[in-house]
């Protein structure tokens, strides 16, 4: 399970989701002022509004992501243990398992992950803290790993990706406990 766990987060980090969705603007009628015509613009996907501890989850998503792209980047001399500060176990050890795996062979990772949130839920809240799911999709057309040559490993998945990150609220921190890759395409 963990080198398939290792091969789909290899699949899953790569850069991001950029998109459009058809926008209008309507243009008021010159003789009533009422709107007659739309005229169809294109209009940045909407940012969803989240309450502060969703906000929070979704910000420790991003640092997770840094994180492990800056490690991954260089897992040879990178401070493996600044780690600790964004993310927990399961997700450190699984993380630990991945950056082995490359050191030994001399893989590096090229570019780094970008991840667009897309929902935003509560899960189980128990002694340890609130945890939420954090849901979106990444785009994998332009991150990949590479060996010691820089030869580029093939990818052979789908080039957008859903992913889930389950994030822990502490009274202190929240912290990344899990990545888990999702069936389908975004």
């Known amino acids: 399970m963990k080198g398939r766990r290792g091969v789909v987060v290899v699949v899953v ?47 420790a998503v991003q640092r997770y992501l840094e994180v492990w792209t800056r490690i991954g980047q260089d897992p040879i001399n990178a401070d493996w243990g600044e ?27 090229v570019n780094g992950p970008v991840f667009e949130p897309e929902s935003v839920s509560a899960g189980v809240h128990d002694i340890d803290g609130q945890v939420f799911h954090v849901r979106g999709c990444f785009l994998l057309a332009d991150g990949y790993v590479v060996d010691s040559s820089g030869n580029r ?28 890759p999702k069936e389908g395409t975004c």
């Not at 994030?167 to 406990?177: A, F, W």
């Open 153 to 180: 490993l093939e990818n052979n998945g789908d080039p957008r990706a859903v992913g889930q990150f389950d994030v822990l609220h502490t009274e202190t921190r929240y912290v990344v406990v899990e990545e888990l």
């Open 13 to 59: 980090l790569g850069v991001g989701l950029v998109g459009c969705t058809p926008g209008g603007e309507a243009t008021p009628s010159p003789s009533t002022g009422e709107s007659t015509t739309v005229v169809a613009t294109p209009s940045p996907s909407p940012t969803p509004q989240w309450t502060d501890e969703e906000q929070g989850a979704v910000d």
């Open 83 to 109: 780690f600790n500060a964004v993310a927990i176990d399961p997700a450190v050890s699984d993380a630990l398992t991945i950056w082995n795996t490359w050191a030994s062979q001399g893989w590096h990772l």
